[in-house]
């Protein structure tokens, strides 16, 4: 089997599993507890803390750990708005993107039924770039957050984020970026990046699932969702997931590791996979930006078929791939990304997402374009 579905989980790496080991075993604390068992945790905690500041050029104060990308996401969206609505009661929009992850639209729609918000959407063009001047143009004195993503789940499309966080700070606007897809990939120094708020996940880059961090800046106010013990310096109650929080930092520093030459070799590994769906596949589009995105995404429309029966051919003949984000497995609907991006639905139900960890090799790559093309054909000729 050939494993192309990196963007939605990744296995958890050895380096990984041998780091949370102690932790799920002998050292057991609670960081919590005032005795050697619950130091020994505390300590844990407090180290992959400053690993994972360290990565993202931040304090170690300035980290949240939770469990995953959806709760640092919702946690960053509500708890900055809620924040800013409380202090200003007329700080009452949001911004966000009309490319986001659910977990994203859906906090901004929360906050829009019960808050009294209201959503400003920034719009794409066919790439699924957002150019300065469309956020620009949203902007207005009652705007409470922006929320863009760092790079798309579906399509790879990385945004100009430090450009972006720029034009939202000249207007006194905190901005928030989803990074759940760049991290082990790209930049994460939050002061080059200039973001307020960056969400990540573990289970992407190497760790378990049901870990994650949300990096808030120091300054700016974050009201908790979660309440009780007030762990995490008050933003996120509950008894940390000690393991789970060396795997994230453990993985996040060996990706960065070796992050500039991974991300070439994945990246020419890509382009070679690119060329031979599109000189090899009649009609196939490459969706998303063909410069700026991610390495390790490359997505793609086949008009005349159905995507999940390309799909299903696909594993017939060992290659696991998805059609899009794994959050919206199982629906009928045609993406909203690529329906914002302005493909027509029919066209947008024939998208396939290929993406890829750092084990991907050129042999694996080769065979899945043999592949793509064989599956193609097969559901073309079939009318599927």
Not at 198 to 221: E, Q
Not at 304 to 311: A, Y
Request: proline share 5%; hydrophobic share 45%; charged share 20%.
């Amino acid at each position: 089997m050939i494993f192309l579905d990196a963007a939605a989980t990744t296995p958890v790496r050895r380096e990984v599993l041998d780091a949370m080991w102690p932790y799920l075993t002998g050292d057991f604390g609670n960081p919590s507890s005032h005795h050697t068992l619950g130091e020994s945790a505390a300590s844990a905690l407090a180290g992959a803390r400053a690993s994972v500041a360290a990565v993202l050029g931040c304090r170690p104060g300035e980290v949240t750990f939770t469990s995953g990308g959806t709760e640092a996401d919702n946690l960053a969206v509500k708890g900055i708005a809620l924040a800013r609505q409380a202090a200003d009661p007329q700080l009452n929009r949001v911004v966000i993107s009309a490319v986001e992850h659910p977990a994203v639209e859906e906090s901004a729609r929360y906050l829009e039924r019960f808050h009294g918000f209201s959503i400003d959407v920034v719009p794409v063009d066919g790439t699924g770039l957002v150019t300065p001047e469309a956020l620009l143009a949203v902007l207005r004195p009652e705007t409470a957050l922006v929320s863009i993503m760092y790079a798309n789940n579906e399509v790879g499309t990385v945004q100009p984020v430090a450009g972006l966080a720029a034009i939202a700070h000249r207007q006194g606007v905190p901005f928030h970026t989803d990074a759940v897809q760049a991290a082990g990939w790209l930049p994460l120094d939050s002061k080059a990046l200039g973001v307020d708020a960056m969400s990540i996940s573990g289970h992407k880059l190497g760790a378990p699932k049901g870990c994650g961090v949300l990096f808030v800046r120091g300054r700016t106010r974050l009201e908790p969702l979660v309440h009780g013990g007030g762990q995490e310096r008050g933003r996120r109650s509950g008894t940390e997931n000690v393991a789970g929080a060396v795997g994230l930092a453990t993985a996040l520093t060996l990706a960065q590791a070796h992050q500039e030459e991974e991300r070439r070799r994945v990246a020419a590994l890509r382009d070679a996979f690119v060329d031979a769906v599109l000189t090899t596949v009649p009609d196939s589009v490459l969706t998303g930006h063909r410069q700026e995105r991610l390495p390790s995404v490359a997505s793609f429309c086949f008009p005349g078929t159905s995507g999940e029966s390309v799909l299903l051919e696909l594993e017939r003949q060992g290659v696991v791939c998805s059609s899009g984000s794994a959050c919206a497995a199982g629906s009928d609907a045609p993406s909203p990304v690529l329906t914002a991006m302005g493909y027509d639905p029919e066209v947008a139900q024939t998208a396939i997402r290929f993406s890829f960890d750092s084990t991907v090799t050129r042999e694996d790559l080769h065979t899945a374009a043999v592949a793509v093309r064989r599956a193609v054909e097969s559901v073309r000729a079939l009318g599927a």
